[in-house]
DNA sequence: GGGCCGCGTTGACCTCGATCAAACGGCATG
DNA sequence: CATGCCGTTTGATCGAGGTCAACGCGGCCC
């Protein structure tokens, strides 16, 4: 499934593109790829960094190759919410406008393979088989959006947590059997990323983490490694 | 800016698209809207017909010519959230999707044109200008999703209200002049709807329009048609 | 007319999650 | 080793918004 294409030693859109029918790759003829990856460049940034400012101009694309990315929008006073969670392989940019309204930072370390706009945008008007790509993952995108829609407007805080595990566990390791019911994994947010995702504080987030440990729906270790015994019974906490 | 095309009298994709640069007229050739219009048919629907069932399959797409229709999900107690909401021109449907998971229902009174899902996949296949037309859309409904998953997670309830009021202001009548600082409008949605928009319950809703009407920043009449005479000042209520 | 139904408002009360405050553990630094 | 910082947990209290209940108003049908 993976497929690594190389140009001059630079490994290109180099991700299992396929995993989820997202990313780039898979959509080009092989000599338009090597023509990308000429002008790409692999770029690695630690959790913390601000890859894209609000009200920025975009000038770069980006495939997300390893970490996730939170996208945050904030209010005035302060008050933030993460409006979008971008794992690998998805990727990174809004076409059709060159000014962002909303942050994008690094959420763990992360490592990117980068294009200018215009080369993507160019490769888009010649191939209409990657605009479609991109297409498909701005609608897969939206699907998400409403789902959390439904999370932030009509569950309780116990719900949002269950289906925000649910979410980390299907989505930080996307090789992993879909029909399994057992699951352990490196949260990708602290508790503070977690609340404003959640539309909750890091207080709430931390007592409905302790309960769900004390019920024994998950264990946890090091503050950041959830085992889950059993993913339906989470998801029977989830409210659907 | 209107262009209405009509062909054996059926007046096809007729509103003005160029508004808010969506729905699908413009992106045609001539000849090509006449065959897509050959297919079509205009449809009639009452506020609260359901266009579309969660899990049916999706077999038609559709121009929204007037009226609302909103997007909504359910959870199994009955729990219900407002997950978009489709203004004249928008377009109605789920491209590389056959089958839906969201509920389509007319919110006022409504009239659509209709086409087979696969007359318009293969005027798509002919037409790379339609397609990102279409891309265009889904990108600007996702960005409003976003807009509101901070409206959702992180609002409270007086300013749901207030950028609830702001938003329909915008999108009710959209040959409007933007720089208007007063607007008169008829809310297309009752209190339950605005309330499973919101993520609100209809008391709430309900208290805070009152409230709202006290202060003087909007007045009502028949509950339903809604003054407000400094825009300005119900954006000062709405946080952001 | 009277009764009913759908929709909206208002009041009284309660609960869930926010807020305020304190303390803990890991880790880096002097 | 003490010190401080950061992320997290836990406890005590508060309040925004939910819940439950009553009522008002207009339209419709008998």
């Known amino acids: 499934m993976r497929k690594d294409i190389h140009t001059d030693g630079i490994p290109v ?13 898979g959509a080009l003829e092989p000599e338009q790829l090597v023509s990308l990856a000429k002008s790409s460049h692999k770029q690695k940034a630690q959790s913390g960094t601000e890859l894209l400012g609000d009200a920025e101009r975009i000038d770069t694309y980006a495939n ?14 302060g008050r933030q919410q993460i409006v979008g969670l971008q794992f690998a392989p998805d990727f990174l940019g809004r076409p059709f406008k060159t000014e962002s309204d909303l942050n994008a930072e690094a959420a763990t ?4 393979c980068a294009f200018p706009k215009a ?38 805080a116990a719900e ?8 980390i566990a299907r989505n ?6 879909p029909d399994r019911d057992s699951a352990a994994f490196d949260l990708p947010l602290t508790r503070a990323d977690i609340a404003d ?44």
Chains 1, 2 share one sequence.
């Open 119 to 156: 080369a993507v945008e160019r490769m888009m008007q010649a191939s209409p088989e990657l605009e479609r790509r991109l297409y498909r993952q701005a609608l897969d995108e939206l699907d998400e959006a409403r789902d959390w829609m439904v999370t932030l407007g009509r569950k309780t």
């Open 13 to 25: 859109l180099c991700v299992s593109c396929e995993a989820r029918h997202r990313g780039v790759c």
């Open 109 to 112: 370390d992360v490592s990117l």
């Open 172 to 177: 930080i390791d996307p090789t992993a059997d």
């Open 197 to 240: 995702f959640l539309g909750l504080t890091i207080e709430t987030v931390s007592r409905q983490l302790t309960r769900l440990r004390a019920d024994k729906v998950i264990s946890i270790e090091n503050n950041r490694h959830i085992v889950v015994p059993s993913l339906s019974r989470l998801e029977a906490r989830a409210g659907n």
């Open 64 to 77: 997300v190759l390893s970490g996730v990315v939170k996208l945050t929008k904030t209010l005035s006073d």
């Open 160 to 167: 949002k947590i269950a289906s925000f595990l649910l979410m």
